[in-house]
């Protein structure tokens, strides 16, 4: 029924270019952002599990950062202990040389001792400056029950455990010199067990080591695959969002073209009046 008092029409024609408008700029909203939502309102729930997911990312990129840091740990303990095994091996050569009838006491207290006294310091030495963070690793409780956070629980870790090192503890008194015949034959046996302490303590630290590449490889996989589907939820589909927005216009275009129609016609209905 036309009326002059009410523009039903005009409101009508209002009404949708306001939700056509709010529309499209929602859309221009998650174009300039990226973000399928920009507000909570657009997806209260979206918006919860897609943070939920972001979060786990970023403890997974933190445990990834863990597992690197852990495995440089144990490759520099392996690496001392690599060099602590070659110098008990020329300890060895030191001692069986020491223990032949060829050599002289004067050789074997003036030459062949003052250098396995030397290869002792030595050990000793890298045992002191083989260290991470001011920590010595080969010594001390630094590396005693250490544990690594590798996944989103606090249950998630890797605990890492080594053995003290020490001069006194692989060698002990009866490895201590090799100035006589005797004492370097009761040397070639502790040498003989310290070398198999150290390949046992390398072959624990190689099994570690092992055990961070997995997690390493495993954090990898939860980061992509959660990184992806966070972006299902929370990424817009630029191409989606760009044919939507197509529509809007269209539509807010013809509201406004609506409500300037719209709002002539109480002008059309006084023409009756005047006729």
């Known amino acids: 029924m036309p009326v002059i008092s009410t523009n039903n029409a005009a409101n009508a024609s209002l009404n949708y270019l306001n939700l056509n408008s709010t529309k499209e700029t929602s859309q221009l909203a998650q174009l300039a952002s990226g973000s399928r939502i920009v507000q909570a309102s657009d997806d209260a729930a979206g918006l919860a599990i897609g943070t939920q997911l972001q979060a786990n990312v970023i403890v997974f990129s933190q445990d990834s950062t863990n597992v690197q840091q852990g495995t440089a740990i144990l490759q520099s303990a392996d690496g001392a202990l690599a060099q602590i095994s070659n110098v008990l091996q020329r300890m060895m050569a030191l001692a069986t040389e ?48 250490v544990k690594f956070l590798v996944g989103t629980l ?11 090192v020490s001069v006194a503890g692989l060698l002990g008194s009866t490895g201590s010199t090799v100035s006589s015949a005797a004492t370097a034959l009761q040397a070639i046996n502790k040498i003989g067990s310290a070398i198999n302490n150290v390949t046992k303590d390398r072959a624990r630290i190689g099994a570690y080591e092992s055990q961070f590449n997995f997690s390493g490889q495993d954090i990898s996989t939860n980061i992509q695959n959660i990184s992806s589907a966070a972006s299902v939820i929370l990424d817009a589909d630029v191409a989606q969002v760009k044919s939507n927005l197509s529509s809007s216009d269209v539509k807010t275009q013809a509201s406004v073209a609506a409500l300037t129609q719209a709002s002539q016609l109480p002008q059309e209905l006084l023409k009756l009046l005047q006729s």
Request: hydrophobic content about 30%; proline content about 0%; charged content about 10%.
């Open 154 to 164: 606090s249950s998630n870790f890797l605990t890492v455990s080594l053995a003290t």
């Open 98 to 145: 020491a223990a032949s009838g060829q050599v002289t006491n004067v050789q074997r207290s003036e030459d062949i001792n003052t250098e396995y006294t030397q290869l002792k310091s030595e050990i000793s030495s890298i045992v002191g400056s083989t260290t991470y963070a001011g920590q010595t690793l080969l010594t001390g409780s630094f590396l005693s029950n």
